[in-house]
């Protein structure tokens, strides 16, 4: 007897999560049958996995100099030999960019992988790993049904006035736009603000996705009114490597007085800017707090600095905030940043309990109970997202190609 399961690949800029649910109802966290990722990927890459129960499957390290494709590769590997068991029916992929047109998720085929592609140039650190994994898995498991998820979707329907830039129509008409990212992150949290802080999660709310990439969200009623990041991943708060919110003047200086090309632009904006650009030193936050160099110190204070600008600028969208939620690698597991973040942002009448806030592990809120705003972590879970995308196309259904193409809506 083999158990139905779905592969999730979540690619990002420094890692790639993994996760394989039980296909056998609309997934919860429950139905995982095991999980893991490399992560450090560009500083110190490692390999851990895990199974249902917390115990360890994986645990290893790559030499440094290991390229994305490689550990994708041994990823792949360790997949395949660790499905015994299980009957794979459904891969389901974060792919960050789904540009204008794709806005829900959707069964991937060639006109959609060409699509896809050529959103390249707007996501230049995701969307080609994206794409490879759903390559590299289409050659091994050619019958699979494969399904991506976009990161934009969950921002599509802000405002008109929220969403373009004040260049002449024509260019929104097509497609030079605020598209917003970190949408499968932002949607998860979404589905656990009101269970975890009832009224105040379907009131105002600030999302603080800080990880390697790091964006915010302003939320009413759990939908995205207004996001940092905009037509790239590059627009917002400063991140690993990437800028973050940068006038266009300072390009147009590159080019002309620096003679750098495209290419060249590209490199400083989303490799060598943001925590690493300003530091010297890492892009990795934990190797940042961990250092006492004064340009590791620089770093950190200019991260939340423009953190605490943004929330300013979104709270002013919602018109003051009711929670303030943290989430990804940073937010779920630094209280360091989380206290400084809270401590500048006080006076929108956030109060919080350093121990509550040190202490935090798993969903907690550690805002006071007089605090006027709740305070939060909660571990995101893009990978649950799309599990649950895969069996919203494919669920319920027989998994033949032909009952996929039924569920899509296709046939
Ligand atoms: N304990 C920690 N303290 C501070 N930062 C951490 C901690 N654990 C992870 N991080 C940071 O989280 C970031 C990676 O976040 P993550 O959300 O996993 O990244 P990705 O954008 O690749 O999905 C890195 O900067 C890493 O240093
Ligand atoms: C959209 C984005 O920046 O993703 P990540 O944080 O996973 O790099
Ligand atoms: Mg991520």
Known sequence: MTTPAI????????????????????PSAADLVCGGKISGIGVRARLDAENA??????????????TYEELLGHLLDWIEEHLDG??????????????????????LDDSLRDDLR?????????????????????????ELAQIASFDTAFHAGRSEIESVFALPAEL???????????????????????????????????????????????????????????????????????????????LLYLMQEKRMNAEELTRLLY??????????????????????????RFAIDHFCYRANREIGSLAATLGGIDALVFTAGIGEHSPDIRRRICASA?????????????????????????????????PTNEE???????????????????GQAAAAGLQ
């Open 172 to 250: 929104a008409a097509e497609g030079v736009r605020r598209y917003g990212f970190h949408g499968l992150s932002y949607d998860y949290i979404a589905s656990r603000l009101a269970p975890l802080l009832g009224d105040a999660g379907m009131g105002r709310v600030i999302v603080a996705h800080l990880g390697s990439g790091a964006s915010l969200c302003a939320m009413s009623r759990g939908r995205s009114v207004a996001t940092t990041m905009g037509f790239s991943v590059l627009d917002g708060l400063p991140m690993g490597t990437r800028c973050g919110q940068i006038d266009p003047g300072v």
């Open 53 to 66: 129960k917390g115990e360890a499957l994986a645990a290893r390290s790559f030499p440094s100099g290991v």
């Open 271 to 296: 490799r060598q800017s943001g925590l690493l650009g300003l530091s010297g030193i890492s892009s990795d936050m934990r190797e940042l707090l961990a250092s006492d160099r004064k340009e590791a």
């Open 118 to 142: 050529a959103l390249t140039p707007l996501a230049p650190l995701h969307q080609p790993h994206n794409l490879d994994a759903i390559d590299a898995l289409a050659r091994l498991h050619p």
């Open 384 to 402: 649950l997202v799309i599990a649950r995308d895969c069996w919203g196309l494919l669920g319920g259904r027989d998994n033949s190609a032909d």
């Open 7 to 26: 592969l999730v690949l979540n690619s990002g800029s420094s890692s790639i999560k993994f996760s394989i649910f039980a296909f056998e109802r609309d």
């Open 346 to 378: 006080s006076w929108l009448g956030i109060e919080w309990d350093d121990d509550l806030n040190r202490n935090a592990s798993g969903e907690a809120v550690f805002s006071t109970p007089d605090s006027k705003v709740a305070v939060a972590v909660i």
């Open 86 to 107: 299980l009957e794979l029916v459904a891969a389901g992929h974060r792919v960050v960019h789904g540009g204008k047109d794709h806005v829900a998720p959707a069964i």
